[in-house]
C-alpha cells in the first residue's frame, strides 16, 4: 500500500523537551512538507523540502528542525525553542510536475501536546 | 503579504440544501487553486483549478475559478451528512526557484440530518 505515514499519532511532551515527529512516504515523492494546524488558523507551513539532502523554511520555522537524508524520510524536530508547540502536525508529500507544485498527499498527522 | 481567505468560516445546513464556499486570493506568483476536505485527519484532494472558467466536477461537487476576481468557489449540492468537514482552499506560490501551497484557514461545514 503506498501512502505516507505518521508516528505516533498522539505524543505528550514536558515543555523544555525537544521531540521528533516522523513522516515516511513510499510514493517516491521527491518534495515533502510540514505543516501545523491550530484551530481557526488552517494550515501553516513549516519546512519543506524539494529533494534529498536540501530543504527551506517554511512561514513559521521557528523553534524547528528538519533533516531529508533519504528521500522516504522527513522527520521534524520541534525544539524547546518553539513557544507555543501544542498543535497537530501533518506532513505531506507531491510528486515533481515541471517545477510546479502538483496536489499534496497528506499523512493522517501527530497531534502534540506540551505542558 | 500573499494571503488566501475563506468564506464563512462556518457553516451549519440541513441535508439535501445546497452550500457554496468561497476562497479569495492576493498571491503574487499565482499558478493554480486546490481545494482539500478534511474530516478527522488527513485533508483529501478535491480539485485543482489553473484556467478561469473552466468547471471541475465530481459526483455533487463542482469548483470554478475566477481569475479576474481572484477568487474560487466550492459547490455541494443535495448536501449529506458525510460532507460534514473543514473545506480547505491553498493557492500555489510559483516564486521561480521554489514554490509551495498557502492555505486559507477553512470553512467548517456541518450537515445536520
Known amino acids: 500500500d503506498g501512502g505516507i505515514t505518521q508516528s505516533p499519532k498522539y505524543l505528550f511532551r514536558k515543555e523544555g523537551q525537544n521531540v521528533t515527529l516522523s513522516c515516511e512516504q513510499n510514493l517516491n515523492h521527491d518534495a515533502m512538507y510540514w505543516y501545523r494546524q491550530d484551530p481557526g488558523q488552517g494550515l501553516r507551513l513549516i519546512y519543506y523540502?524539494?529533494?534529498?539532502?536540501?530543504?527551506q523554511k517554511g512561514d513559521i520555522a521557528e523553534g524547528y528542525s528538519v533533516s531529508r537524508e533519504k528521500k522516504e524520510s522527513f522527520p521534524l524536530t520541534v525544539t524547546s525553542a518553539q513557544k507555543n508547540p501544542t498543535a497537530f502536525y501533518l506532513c505531506?508529500?507531491?510528486?515533481?510536475?515541471?517545477?510546479?507544485?502538483?496536489?499534496?498527499?497528506f499523512g493522517p498527522g501527530t497531534r502534540l501536546t506540551v505542558t | 503579504e500573499d494571503k488566501v481567505v475563506q468564506s464563512p468560516l462556518s457553516l451549519v445546513v440541513h441535508e439535501g440544501d445546497t452550500v457554496t464556499l468561497n476562497c479569495s486570493y492576493e498571491v503574487t506568483n499565482f499558478r493554480s487553486l486546490l481545494w482539500y476536505k478534511q474530516e478527522k485527519k488527513a485533508p483529501t484532494f478535491l480539485f485543482m483549478l489553473t484556467s478561469s472558467g473552466i468547471e471541475k466536477k465530481s459526483g455533487r461537487l463542482s469548483s470554478i475559478l475566477d481569475k479576474k476576481e481572484l477568487s474560487s468557489i466550492l459547490n455541494i449540492t443535495a448536501t449529506q451528512t458525510g460532507d460534514s468537514a473543514i473545506y480547505l482552499c491553498?493557492?500555489?506560490?510559483?516564486?521561480?526557484?521554489?514554490?509551495?501551497?498557502?492555505f486559507g484557514t477553512g470553512t467548517l461545514l456541518a450537515v445536520q440530518p
Open positions: 523540502s524539494q529533494i534529498v539532502n536540501d530543504f
Open positions: 505531506a508529500s507531491s510528486p515533481p510536475v515541471q517545477g510546479a507544485v502538483s496536489e499534496q498527499y
Open positions: 491553498a493557492v500555489e506560490d510559483y516564486g521561480g526557484a521554489t514554490n509551495k501551497l498557502i
